[in-house]
């Protein structure tokens, strides 16, 4: 079982999904991983609603606030640190944008968001009351987070100035370069991914962006579900050299996320 009590500065620690139709979302979610909604209420009228497997959080789901309706549904990714103030400075002088300086939820933590100097955009969170994700790893639960972008030297630098990570290729087979991410010793891979924006990707206009995937014990059951439950396969499942298969879906507001099925850590 893939349960956290902490996480180490650096570690991708939670993901929420801002959608169009939290209701819709929290049906499709249920029935593709089994998850369960405790709703909270939170200050600005709104709900939060954690979503859990078996009592453990495993990510959250909210309205997308009316400032956002031109962005569509989209999950985000969160990063443990230590101090949300000096790492939102250091992300400064790494040449970032903090997009919203840092601020206290309440007692839970402290929370900044941030943009790479390349446009990919990821919250970072120190944690008081509040840890994250207590399950990870597991089916259903987060199990990495990748990162396609349109300059990998520049993010590679930003990425280990304010973090400390390892960009470490990955053999592919001959697929598009990848690089795993690697934290305090941990294996290439296991705190991350990045790639490089397909191109058409980048002729559709889509920027660089955070996307999390999902542990699932089976890659071809899951995207069967997806497809019952009214959400798309965009691509997978497809089988990578390392024995792990993967795929990209999205859900049925149209936000994009990947399940991965193979060898997780504990």
């Known amino acids: 079982m893939g349960k956290r009590t902490s996480y180490e500065p650096g570690v991708f620690s939670w993901v929420e999904l801002s959608t169009t139709d939290p209701e819709g979302a929290k049906a499709f979610y249920g029935g593709l991983f089994g998850w369960e909604a405790d709703d909270r209420p939170i200050p600005d009228g709104g709900v939060y609603s954690m979503m859990e497997i078996s009592g453990e959080a495993v990510a959250a789901i909210q309205q997308k606030p009316p400032q956002q309706d031109a962005l569509p549904p989209y999950w985000f990714s969160y990063i443990t640190v230590a101090s949300a103030d000096e790492t939102a400075a250091a992300a400064k002088d ?7 300086e840092p601020f206290d939820v309440m007692e839970l933590g402290r929370m900044s968001v941030v943009m790479d100097p390349t446009g990919g955009t990821f919250g970072i969170w120190e ?6 994700a207590t399950l990870v790893n597991d089916p259903g639960s987060l199990t990495t ?20 990570w390892s960009m470490t290729p990955i053999d592919t087979g001959g697929a598009p370069p990848y690089w795993g ?6 294996a290439a891979g296991r705190n991350g991914g990045m790639r490089e924006l397909a191109p058409e990707q980048q002729e559709a206009g889509i920027p660089p962006h955070w996307m999390p995937y999902f542990a699932v014990s089976s890659a ?18 497809i089988d990578l050299p390392t024995g792990a298969r993967i795929g990209v879906v999205a859900d049925p507001q149209g936000a994009p996320f990947g399940i991965f099925e193979g060898e997780v850590d504990d």
């Open 145 to 164: 987070n990748e990162l396609a972008t349109n300059d990998v030297a520049k993010a590679t630098e930003f990425y280990e100035r304010v973090f400390g």
């Open 181 to 186: 991410i690697g934290h305090d010793g941990a």
């Open 94 to 100: 790494a040449g970032g944008n903090v997009h919203m």
């Open 127 to 132: 944690p008081k009351e509040r840890i994250g």
């Open 220 to 237: 071809a059951e899951t995207v069967a579900r997806v497809s019952d439950g009214g959400g798309t396969v965009l691509f997978g499942p």
